[in-house]
C-alpha cells in the first residue's frame, strides 16, 4: 500500500498515518517528525544518517513555522525512497505539502516503478487545527507559529486537493471524529475502493 496523507496542522494525519503503517505493516515516513527529531532532539537517527546535512538546514525554517524549500524536502524524499525498507509500500505523512512537491513525487514513483495508490485528506475545520495544534507541547507550537502553520496550510496545500482529484486519487474523509472512528472510514474507503 502506497499513501499520501494530508491534512492541515493539528488535522489528526500523524495518528492516522501512524495507524494505516501498523494496519498494513508498511513503514511510515513522516517528514514532520524526521524533522522535528533532528531539530529538538539532536537525534542522529541511522537510517537518516546521509539527510542530516540537508536537514540541519531546514531548522530556522521549521522554528518559524515556515515550509522548508521545495529542493530540500524533494531531495529528502528522493533519498528516503530509494531506501531499501520502504519497497514493498508505504505511507508518507507532511509530504507533499506544496503542488510542485507532488509532481515531483509523481515524477520520483515514475522513475522508480511505483505508482501511489491514494491520496487521503483528513478534513478538520480551521478551528479544531488550531485548537488541537495549541494543545500539543511542540517547540514549534506557540500561537503565532500554529497560524502561520494553518496559513500556509491554505494557500500551499489545499491547491494538491485539485491535484489528486483531477487524477482520481484522492479520498476526503471528515477528520473531525475520534481518531479509531476516523480510521475505520478510511479503511472502509479503502476497501472498496
Ligand atoms: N513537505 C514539507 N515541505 C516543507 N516543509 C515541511 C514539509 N514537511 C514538514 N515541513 C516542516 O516541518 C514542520 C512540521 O511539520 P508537521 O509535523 O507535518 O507539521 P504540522 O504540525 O503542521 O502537521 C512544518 O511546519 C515545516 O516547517
Redesign the pocket.
Known sequence: MKLVILG????G??TQAQRLCNFFDVPLI????T??NFIYDDNTNSGYAELGNLISL?KP??EK????P?EM?IEFIRVRLKQPDVINGWIL??????AF?AEELDFLLESLGQKLDWAIYLQVPEAVMVSR?LGRS?P?DQPEIVQR?VEL?YDRTIPILEYYDRRRRLLTINGDQLAEQVQQNILTLLSGT
Open positions: 492541515g496542522s493539528g488535522s494525519k500523524s513522516s517528514t514532520g517528525q524533522l522535528r531546514a525554517y521549521v513555522g515556515e515550509l522548508v521545495d524536502m505523512e507532511g509530504y507533499p505539502r506544496t512537491q495544534s511542540l514549534d502553520r496550510f
